[in-house]
């Protein structure tokens, strides 16, 4: 049964103030990883996909990198507008080829 | 604008009534799928619809089910709501395994 674990549940930042969420995941073999942003009362928005250990994606102030047995979102001077839950999910190959199984997500928070 | 369209965006029912949950979407994907989301348990998997005409069960079927209608249309319903059953459904879409799913807005439906 595929897992993931994501830490920690909240994080406060100043703005400008750097920092790393974790998605730590078992699976028995990754087709995937996801991450993605909810603002509250909406759904979530997908960010990006990673494949492969030793991959990276980037957007905005946002960087994902990927392990073996791990994910970080680091997030880099942000800003208040970056204040949201960000949500991982992986896709193994146990089960449905099509299935995410979703963290319960970091909440996040930028004060000016 | 494109994208996956829930209603309605909020229900409240009495324990016993049924009703169902209207998903649409305007990109041409294949694949759909409903989630609830719970505090502290991150987004679960009901049902998905791989491919028009085709429908499986997620991690937390009992209770719900589902017609995909055509391409564009995923329906949800509960035949016998339980106050369990409150939470927010997500209807979501994707093009395919690797791709991220688009999200709807959510219905936040209450059972008392």
């Known amino acids: 049964e595929d897992q993931v674990t994501q830490s920690p549940e909240a994080l406060r930042l100043q703005e400008g103030e750097s920092s790393s969420l974790n998605c730590s995941y078992t699976?028995?073999?990754?087709?995937?990883l996801f991450w993605y942003r909810q603002d509250p009362g909406k759904g979530p928005e997908f960010l990006f996909t990673?494949?492969?250990a030793g991959e990276e994606k980037e957007k905005e102030r946002l960087k994902a990198t990927l392990t073996k047995k791990e994910s970080f979102l680091h997030i880099t001077a942000p800003k208040p507008e970056d204040s949201a839950t960000y949500l991982c999910?992986?896709?193994?190959?146990?089960?449905?080829?099509?299935?995410?199984?979703f963290g319960s997500g970091t909440q996040l928070t930028v004060l000016p | 604008n494109a994208g996956v369209t829930q209603t309605p965006k909020f229900q409240v029912l009495k324990t016993g009534q049924s009703m169902t949950l209207q998903c649409a979407q305007d990109?041409?994907?294949?694949?759909m799928y409903w989630y609830r989301q719970d505090p502290g348990m991150g987004l679960r998997l009901i049902y998905y619809?791989?491919?028009?005409?085709?429908?499986d069960k997620g991690e937390v079927p009992n209770g719900y089910n589902v017609s995909r209608l055509n391409k564009r249309e995923f329906s949800l319903r509960l035949e016998s709501a339980a106050p369990s059953q409150t939470s927010v459904y997500f209807c979501?879409?994707?093009?395919?395994?690797?791709?991220?799913?688009?999200f709807g807005s959510g219905t936040r439906l209450t059972v008392v």
């Open positions: 990109m041409n994907h294949n694949s």
């Open positions: 999910a992986v896709r193994g190959f146990s089960g449905s080829a099509r299935q995410l199984t």
């Open positions: 979501a879409s994707s093009e395919g395994q690797s791709y991220g799913y688009t």
């Open positions: 619809s791989a491919s028009e005409g085709t429908t």
């Open positions: 699976v028995s073999g990754l087709r995937g």
């Open positions: 990673l494949y492969s």
